[in-house]
């Protein structure tokens, strides 16, 4: 119901009754590891950094001092090392680390009414700065982060909104919100991927790559 009240509020299109659900009674939510959102975190960096010019080699010899190459995927290490892939497509994914900015604390909130932090590069380590290393920035990541909960409904609002804003593509009518439709999805697939919620109806928790924002 809350969910349903904030889209009338935001004056959007609320999804029809069979819509499904993200989570049912008796399901249990939980966050990733602090420890992994913060890798995603960094490794998001490192690839946005990549796309505005950071030198390749420089990109990789941070992810291997930081121990993090393990956790890049194929098709982001593709295009850190060689440049292949769609730069337009690794740009959409600056509203996905700012969701996982608001997850770790660093941001104060994820309003789909306003753009994404203009500071958000300098909340994450910067490889171009000798010394600044992974370890020493992980420190600097606040200790509390976000209620599970708290983000379990942003998840859910954030899935309304993503089918409110295709559906007002569909309908060939003007986005509902300043905040572009691909932002939109791409805080979701944020949330998605961070919010593991246990249940009669919840598969194991899906890889970065494999969220499906299809539904």
Request: hydrophobic share 40%; aromatic share 8%; with cysteine.
């Amino acid at each position: 119901m809350g969910t349903v009240e904030e889209l009338r509020r935001l004056g959007v299109r609320v999804p029809p009754p069979q819509y499904p659900l993200v989570w049912d009674p008796g399901d249990t939510v939980r966050l990733r590891r602090r420890g992994d959102l913060a890798a995603r975190a960094a490794i998001l960096g490192v690839l946005l950094a990549t796309h505005d010019g950071l030198p390749r080699r420089q990109a990789m010899r941070w992810l291997r001092d930081a121990r993090l190459l393990e956790r890049v995927t194929p098709r982001e290490w593709r295009f850190i090392a060689g440049g292949v892939g769609d730069a337009a497509l690794i740009d959409l994914e600056r509203d996905a680390l700012h969701g996982l900015a608001w997850l770790l604390g660093l941001v104060d909130d994820l309003d789909p009414r306003l753009p994404r932090s203009p500071y958000l590069a300098g909340l994450l380590p910067d490889p171009r700065t000798p010394g600044e290393e992974y370890p020493a920035w992980r420190a600097t990541v606040p200790r509390d982060g976000r209620d599970p909960v708290e983000a379990a409904v942003l998840l859910d609002l954030y899935y309304c909104l993503d089918w409110a804003y295709q559906e007002a593509d569909r309908r060939r009518e003007d986005p509902p919100g300043a905040v572009p439709p691909v932002a939109i999805g791409a805080r979701r697939w944020a949330l998605e991927w961070a919010v593991v919620l246990t249940g009669r109806y919840h598969e194991d928790p899906a890889g970065w790559e494999d969220v499906d924002l299809s539904v």
